[in-house]
């Protein structure tokens, strides 16, 4: 069950050095961190991985007319009070290039009247979301803000800038691009306007003439990122309209089933030949969301999702699946040592089947992906996940290939 690719790689255009274990002395001056992002999951990965890893987040320099930019804006060097509380909020003005402001009409708060220990980053509690309307003028943005310590009256301020593109339509893959490859890197610089000129080179690969319930993680990844970007299910649309080719046409036809699998009616008003074409996908076997998974493909929705976001959520479910297939470990052999098999294999074997694929795509993954590592150590050391679960995690943490056992392993 292997998501897209098998390749290692590193963090591109990222912040390294933002969060340490021992920080700043608290007091030695406020400082900030004005981060634009277009990368959705940095909550999770700002809390769910451990404070000695220092966080990936990755800038945005370019966003399309109406894509959604988070201003995450991360401070260090607060004051507290006498109960170990933090007051910190910022004004944020944006200059549009057409030399017009728009100004947030209240403050957006950091923490407030919140007991931290001020030796740590502190995250924010909001975060600022920005789009462009119709009308408004393409080009670079400045994005200003204005922090304010209100215990030790301190004001600092930051800013930067992103470039909002003349257009919001698809762009052609660069040449030579490797398109499993963008796909599985996606999550660390996600790119919307090549997410469909990446679907039509798949397309057109060998792995595209696969049967439905074989396509888990490119529907997982899909579904992710039209549900971050809604804008570009117009495109989807236009392109499935306007193709000729019967495997592109079939595979947007099963990304655009699944991602509206909720919606029975969707496509009804559209011509006959596309039509029948998301009527054929929905008669095909498209894995489906489930707490107890009865086929791998639904394993991989999660790491689709992962893949297209970076968020913590995919991870925990694929560690429920373990905890809950734990107790199954073992049926497999006990199956295969059957004088009389029955033809189908029976539930419990194949959940044992499946814990072992979500034990093996978790350690695969934390070898080559350093969030999926640091996510995982965070749920082992967790005083709530179970002793079984823990042992499980540390056995999927240690994993390293077959092929190469001496390769250290990610770090």
């Known amino acids: 069950m292997k998501p897209l690719l098998g390749l290692a790689f590193a963090f591109a255009a990222v912040l390294v050095g933002l969060r340490a274990a021992e920080p700043a002395t608290a007091g030695s001056g406020l400082g900030v961190t004005l981060l634009l992002s ?33 201003v995450v804006v991360i401070a260090r060097g607060y004051a507290v009070d006498a109960e170990s509380q933090a007051n ?41 979301s920005f789009s462009t309307n119709p009308g408004d003028p393409a080009g670079e ?30 762009l052609p893959l660069p040449a030579d691009t490797d398109v499993l490859r963008f796909l599985s890197d996606y999550y660390l610089r996600p790119r919307p306007r090549l997410a469909l000129a990446a679907l039509t080179a798949f397309s057109q690969s060998p792995y595209a003439q696969r049967k439905a319930d074989g396509h888990g993680t490119l529907l997982g990844f899909y579904d992710r990122v039209l549900i971050d970007n809604p804008w570009l299910l117009p495109q989807f649309l236009t392109r499935i309209l306007a193709t000729k080719d019967e495997s592109e046409r079939r595979i947007l036809a099963l990304v655009l089933v699944y991602a509206k699998r909720n919606e029975p009616n969707f496509g009804s008003d559209l011509p006959r030949a596309v039509k029948n074409a998301l009527a054929a996908a929905r008669k095909e076997t498209l894995p489906l969301p489930s707490r107890e998974p009865t086929v791998v493909g639904q394993l991989d929705l999660q790491w689709g999702a992962f893949l297209a976001s970076g968020r913590f959520t ?12 734990l107790p199954y470990r073992g049926k497999l052999e006990e199956f295969k040592k059957l004088a009389a098999k029955p033809k189908a294999m029976p539930l419990e074997p194949m959940k044992d089947v499946l814990l072992s694929s979500a034990l093996w795509s978790l350690g695969s993954n934390a070898y080559q992906q350093k969030l999926v590592r640091y996510y995982l150590i965070g749920i082992e050391r967790a005083p709530e996940t179970t002793p079984a679960v823990k042992s499980a995690l540390r056995e999927a943490l240690a994993w390293q290939p077959k092929e190469n056992p001496s390769a250290p392993a990610a770090k």
């Open 314 to 325: 995919p991870i925990t479910e694929l560690v429920a699946v373990v905890e809950n297939y």
């Open 38 to 70: 277009t990368q959705y999951a940095h909550t999770d990965i700002f809390y769910h991985t451990p404070s000695e890893f220092p966080p990936a987040f990755t800038r945005a320099d370019e966003i399309a007319p109406g894509q959604r930019l988070d």
């Open 141 to 170: 943005y400045r994005f200003e803000i204005a922090v304010r310590d209100e215990v030790n009256r301190a004001t600092v301020s930051d800013s930067a800038r992103v470039r909002v593109s003349d257009s919001a339509d698809p």
């Open 88 to 128: 910190v909020s910022y004004e944020l003005t944006i200059h549009k290039p057409d030399g017009t402001t728009l100004r947030l009409p209240n403050r957006v708060t950091i923490s407030e009247k919140k007991r931290v220990d001020p030796r740590h980053l502190l995250f924010p509690l909001n975060v600022a």
